[in-house]
């Protein structure tokens, strides 16, 4: 890689750990998935009780299998058939799991998260409940401006989300988000998360590559 361009990142990621580290969010940049794997081996031991949010990086990067294979509890959304009950008593035990594990549809380098939900399950867990909370991304998802990752969320995380559901809405035909009143709408709530009076409770690894919508 060019010195320079090397020189720029490292200005770039600097600029991000103290932003989220003012905001009381720990923010790690690893090169791989070998490093993100290692990094949460730390956490996932001990039997600790583990919930995740829904999420496509998890599946990328590994993280899925990793946890099953990890000494641990796992709340799991992914099991097959579920029942809509069964699925919503996953959803609740999240709250009281020590850990929490999920991505994040955008992040800025002003050391904010945002994000954008259906059911509420994911953003509502992000902001209380678990004890610990490790959110995962791409460096496709960081953002110069707020006004960025939302016009992401809205014209390449929702859309792509309602396809990958087969939601029957219209940004997966106009492929942006047309704010409808579809009963398959998944971007009910909308959720930045920037200060926490809770310190490192929320932990980010941002992986070196493309990840996720």
């Not at 641990?72 to 996953?90: A, P």
């Not at 707020?146 to 992401?152: L, R, W, Y």
């Amino acid at each position: 890689m060019d010195k320079n361009l090397k020189r720029i990142i490292k200005i770039k990621e600097d600029k991000m750990i103290k932003a989220f580290n003012q905001n009381n969010m720990q923010i790690t940049f690893v090169e791989n998935f070998e490093e993100l794997h290692n990094y949460l081996n730390k956490y996932l031991c001990n039997q600790k009780t583990v919930a995740l949010g829904g999420s496509m990086t998890l599946f990328e990067a590994g993280v899925i299998d990793l946890i099953k294979q990890s000494d641990v509890i796992l709340h799991d959304r992914y099991q097959e058939d579920l029942t809509r009950e069964q699925m919503q008593d996953i959803f609740r035990k999240a709250f009281t799991s020590d850990l929490f594990i999920t991505s994040t549809n955008a992040l800025t380098m002003d050391g904010c998260l945002y994000n954008i939900d259906g059911n509420g399950n994911r953003v509502a867990a992000m902001i209380y409940g678990p004890k610990e909370v490790i959110v995962i991304a791409g460096k496709n998802k960081i953002f110069e401006t707020e006004a960025e990752a939302i016009n992401h969320i809205k014209t390449v995380s929702a859309p792509a989300n309602a396809i990958r559901l087969n939601k029957k809405t219209p940004c997966t035909k106009t492929g942006e988000c047309m704010n409808c009143l579809s009963s398959d709408r998944i971007c009910s709530s909308y959720v930045k998360l920037g200060y926490q009076g809770n310190v490192d409770r929320i932990k980010i690894v941002i992986v070196n590559q493309d990840l996720g919508y």
